[in-house]
């Protein structure tokens, strides 16, 4: 046990030397930290990040504009923390962009701001507005075209993002360790089954059988999570097999085969915990790959559904401004993309060093 807690240690101290892999961490654990937390840090907590102001789309980053809340016409509940920790917290009132106001007497009387230089006059009693009616929003990555604040959106979306990853981690290291490790294990028959699957998996292109799988299951949140967890298997079960074959034949699991334990039991209490360091390693690369392909399936418009934000579809609803008066609508969710993606290939790298000890000891 003090070994096995040494070579932690010694592993944890080669990682933390790697610039690279620290900086992956920080980033990670920072999008980790901005997932939770999203609705409590976004300007725009509303559920989705999905407040509509169609008068104020595809406005620059930076873009400020006053607004007067208006009381909807419905009785909004009051949202605890939980529920806005979850899902955010409904707006209460109805955000009117105007160019300027008055008061006057119980009214407040605006210019309501339609597009450049039109604007239309309106009046609203006090007991329509908010206790406090006026406002003041700035936009700092600026808004799409129906008017929703892209930095909200963003911030959301890392949710989406991470989450696809983690569970597609999860579906993968699942079906790969105990594929991979059956057949390693126990070969022979068993293994030229199990090889013959994973070989067919294999031939079939990554998208395609994404794709395939998508439109058996549908288009949706969790649908997306299955699918790409089912395809991002083979790896794992692939590495894993090589790994037990070459575990199998040491000393350690000979003394178990003596003291008649099972050959389950063999793998989960002692090969496994032998083969975590490739595992880990194949596991942030999956998180990065898993990252793109959401995001590639939702620009295609067969992953996560409006309003959801996904980074994905927050592109292919804005990669029209790229050419045009706004390129950062799209680019923003593009570079968070490549932010994140890189701090898994980056933390990647650094686990494959750290944990391979050779010559290092």
Known sequence: MSGNSSFQAAAWRRLKKNKGAVFGLIVIALAVLVSVFAYFLAPDSSPYANRIILETGGEKPGYTRQFIKVKKEKNVPHTGFIQQLVSGKEDKYYYVPVNSYTNEGDSIIAQKYMDEDLSERQAWHRNQLAPNPV????????????GRDILSRIIVGTRVSLSVGLITVIISLSIGLVLGSLAGYYRGRTDEVIMWFINVIWSIPTLLLVFAITLALGKG???????????????VARLVRGQVLAEREKEYVEA??????????????????NIMGPVMVIAASNFASAIVIEAGLSFLGVGVQPPMPSWGLMIKENYNFIITQNPMLALAP??????????????GNGLRDALNVRGKL
């Open 256 to 273: 178990t085969r003596a003291l008649g334990y099972s050959g389950v039991r063999t793998i989960i209490r002692h090969i496994w915990p």
């Open 221 to 235: 949140f969790w649908q997306v999570f299955i699918a790409v967890g089912l395809t991002m298997w083979v790896n």
């Open 135 to 146: 406002v003041q929003l700035s936009y700092r990555l600026g808004t799409d075209k129906y």
């Open 334 to 347: 593009g570079f968070a993309i490549m932010l994140l993606v890189l701090a898994f290939n980056l933390l």
